[in-house]
């Protein structure tokens, strides 16, 4: 009997204890305030008042014996056994009549479940199922990222002047970043998506980045002090690759598995292409303050190779152009290489 009134118990805590715990259900992270669905109250309650109109019945019946069993002026000691052997009695009779009620609590914790995960009820596993499958897609997703490298220009020549006179180069990026599950298992994605970047030359030793009558650029020496000095190109960018997940596969119940895309620890290679915005030369320093918009022989398109590791929203890549960073004639061989990482949400 104790066991039933523990059992009761837990029933009437369904709502605030079972659902309300911290461990995922099926390895699925739960809302922080659960509702407990409408059918599953019902049916909890429904056996609630069945249970409660079992023990009033058998009560009544057992008090008619009681008050029998006092009429026949019994000793203390023998009427005590007979009572006992009466609540005994009664006892196995309400245990047996709420066994007969037959309630299913696997199946009200399974209507739950797909109440938390779904945030409706269902009628059947077919539709539990159906529904499981449309919450648990492939990824696709677009978000918005954020990175900075540190940029190299590689080349054959250990004499290039722009080499030898740079103080550091630089590769701001933003835009949005597209990931495509192949399958709802699949550890396998394509990523693309959009990003304009602005590539930095910063110079040193009062160097600035000049041009002749010929429209030829190159590095000339301002005589008094540069506070600055620097040659910015924005591109628009779109990358196209694959990426390699390696978080394991989850199980969302009725053999519906799925693998969380977005988070985990990642590897990704893709290529990339770019088309020019535009060139801002920055000059400042003593007598001069100057911005010009001009043509510096900065390629006009890029191209390259990245290879990027992830976990959850960071990453750290590295970058490599294919092409060179200024046209034919200026700055020769000069290829850009970038560490840096990235932040995306």
């Known amino acids: 009997m104790i066991r039933k009134f523990i059992m009761m118990g837990g029933l009437c805590l369904l709502s605030t204890a079972i659902f309300a715990q911290k461990k995922p259900v099926f390895n699925l992270q739960p809302k922080e305030d659960t509702e407990v669905s409408p059918i599953v109250k019902e049916k909890v309650d429904e056996y609630a008042r069945k249970i409660d109109t079992i023990i009033k019945e058998e009560k009544k019946l057992m008090e008619v014996e009681l008050t029998e069993l006092q009429s026949k002026n019994l000793s203390k000691a023998e009427f005590n056994e ?3 052997l009466i609540a005994s009695k009664y006892s196995e009779k309400i245990d047996h009549r709420i066994e007969e ?3 299913d609590m696997d199946a009200v914790i399974q209507k739950q479940v797909g109440y938390s995960l779904l ?3 269902v009628t059947s596993n077919e539709e539990l199922k159906e529904k499981l499958l449309k919450k648990f897609r492939p990824t696709k997703e677009l978000s918005p990222y954020i990175s900075y490298s540190i940029m190299n220009l590689t080349n054959d020549k250990a004499d290039n002047i722009l080499d030898n006179n740079l103080r550091y180069a630089g590769n701001f990026e933003f835009g949005f970043k597209f990931n495509y599950q192949f399958g709802r298992t699949s550890p396998w994605g394509l990523i693309s998506g959009i990003g304009f970047s602005w590539r930095t030359l910063s ?3 009062n160097m600035f980045v000049a041009k002749d009558a010929n429209s030829n650029v190159y590095l000339a020496n301002y ?3 540069l506070s600055k ?3 910015r190109t924005g591109y628009i960018i779109v990358p196209l690759g694959l990426q390699y997940n390696f978080s394991k596969l ?4 009725l053999d519906v598995q799925y693998r969380d895309y977005s988070h985990g620890f990642k590897v990704g290679a893709n290529i990339y292409g770019g088309v020019k915005m535009s060139t801002n030369n920055i000059i400042k320093g003593d007598g001069i303050s100057d911005r010009d918009r001009s043509d510096y022989r900065v390629s006009a398109f890029i191209y390259g190779g990245q290879f990027t590791v992830s976990y959850d929203d960071f990453s750290i890549f590295v970058k490599k152009d294919f092409g060179n960073f200024f046209k034919s004639g200026t700055f ?3 290829k850009a290489l970038t560490f840096g990482v990235a932040l995306w949400w």
């Open 82 to 84: 007979q009572k006992s």
């Open 332 to 334: 020769e061989n000069d």
């Open 250 to 253: 989850k199980n969302a119940g």
């Open 101 to 103: 009620l037959g309630f």
């Open 119 to 121: 945030n409706s009820d």
């Open 203 to 205: 110079i040193d030793n």
């Open 223 to 225: 005589e008094k002090g």
């Open 229 to 231: 000095s620097k040659l």
